[in-house]
């Protein structure tokens, strides 16, 4: 560790000798004040995991840092194969930013207590709570309405459309969103919903991470799943799915077994497009199941006949893929004007229409429209969120749903 400390203010005084002394004030700057206010040992660590992250802009945390991944974190980030720090794509906002991230670290390593104070959240509170549903056999109640990610975050690296996702991310926290679902088969999706997690440094609690489970590999759950725990930045999820049944058999044992140890509190399984729903009803009467999840609207109703009666007898939440059918439902209807009944309900859209219809089913738990542009989530939000009364709250019940579906399937 002296090594590391010598070595930070050695290629301090390097980087100034060759002509950047802006870099070297701030690795100075930093040496100084940190061994004014902590430990040696602390100071060193500060250093190096602040040029590490400012390198990698990496969301690191000490308690999943070992000491061998410290030494090849100096060795490999912050040097360009000659021996010297690499300061020149580091900015002094990245320098600042990184050295906040690693400050907890270097107080754990000088010996001070960390997490002395919880951090106060970034997150704007919404006003007015949107409309919650319990979760069957649990204290836990959730917003209806949650965010899907299948395409519409499937953004790779693009720097722009990642801004997009996280500023859709943003929008729908401010409106007291919480389910965001995805899959390992969705592409880039997980990696951009922990980009957007870290860029809005958003409270776990404030999160309902939902994610699945897809491989036919009897030995390879575990690792796809803590591979899917990496691109979230996660450390635990609150639900995990066998996505579209595949292998269930090998692979729900594997979710059942980590909900036994306190690793994950939901267990489910997946389908969609109407698929399969034979073999979802049998396994929802044979499995202790938390959660499943399906397709429906009001033009996919098959749903109604038999698997979401078997979720209301076994107590089992349900989250419903594909509300607007993947945005076909909602583009047909787009130049049709809005029947009268939507007026009663507070729906000033067809996809606000559409979503009320959804969740009014009582065996529904929330639903996951997933979309790439911010008024449309906050449109999807507005569905069940109160603004000046409770009209936007309101929900259709029996005769008032089938004259919603019936008013749908006349302006196609």
């Not at 980087?15 to 100071?43: D, H, Q, R, S, T």
């Not at 919480?178 to 990696?191: C, E, F, K, L, V």
């Amino acid at each position: 560790m002296f090594a590391c400390k010598c070595a930070c203010l050695g290629n301090g005084w390097a980087v100034a000798c060759k002509g950047e002394p802006f870099a070297a004030l701030l690795v100075l700057e930093m040496a100084l004040i940190n061994l004014i206010v902590l430990w040696p040992v602390g100071y060193a660590a500060f250093l190096v995991f602040a040029v590490c992250g400012a390198r990698y802009e990496m969301p690191l945390r000490w308690p999943d840092i070992r000491y061998r991944d410290l030494v090849n974190l100096f060795a490999n980030a912050t040097t360009k194969g000659n021996g010297n720090m690499a300061f020149d794509h580091i900015s002094r906002r990245a320098f600042m930013a990184g050295a906040a991230t690693f400050g907890v670290g270097s107080l754990i390593a000088g010996g001070l207590p960390a997490f002395a104070q919880a951090e106060q959240s970034t997150q704007p509170q919404p006003a007015n709570l949107p409309l919650h549903r319990k979760i069957p056999g649990s204290e836990k109640s959730l917003p209806t309405i949650g965010l899907g990610s299948w395409i519409t975050f499937n953004v790779g690296h693009d720097p722009v459309l990642l801004q997009n996702c996280t500023d859709v991310m943003a929008a729908f926290f401010a409106a007291g969103g919480q389910m965001i679902d995805s899959s390992p088969m969705y592409g880039s999706s997980q990696a951009t919903i922990g980009h957007g997690l870290a860029a809005l440094e958003v409270e776990r609690s404030t999160v309902f991470a939902a994610d699945k489970l897809w491989t036919s590999d009897e030995t390879g759950g575990a690792a796809q799943i803590a591979e899917t725990a990496q691109n979230w930045g996660l450390r635990q999820f609150d639900l995990l799915q066998v996505h579209n049944m595949l292998d269930w058999e090998n692979q729900f044992p594997v979710l059942q077994g980590m909900k036994a140890q306190g690793a994950l509190d939901y267990v489910g399984i997946t389908t969609s497009h109407g698929r399969r729903h034979e073999l979802m009803a049998v396994i929802m009467q044979r499995e202790p199941l938390d959660f499943i999840q399906v397709t429906y609207n009001p033009l996919d109703r098959d749903v109604e006949n038999r698997i979401l009666p078997i979720a209301q007898d076994r107590n089992i939440a349900v989250i419903i893929n594909r509300p607007f059918q993947g945005g076909q439902l909602t583009r047909a209807l787009r130049n049709a004007p809005l029947p009268g009944i939507a007026q009663d309900y507070g729906a000033q859209s067809w996809a606000q229409l559409i979503l009320k219809y959804i969740v009014s089913h009582p065996a529904v738990t929330c639903a996951i429209p997933a979309t790439t542009r911010v008024d449309h989530v906050r449109e999807n939000m507005a569905a069940i969120s109160p603004i000046s009364d409770e009209m936007n709250t309101r929900l259709p019940e029996g005769k008032e749903r089938h004259a919603i579906a019936n008013a749908i399937g006349d302006a196609l």
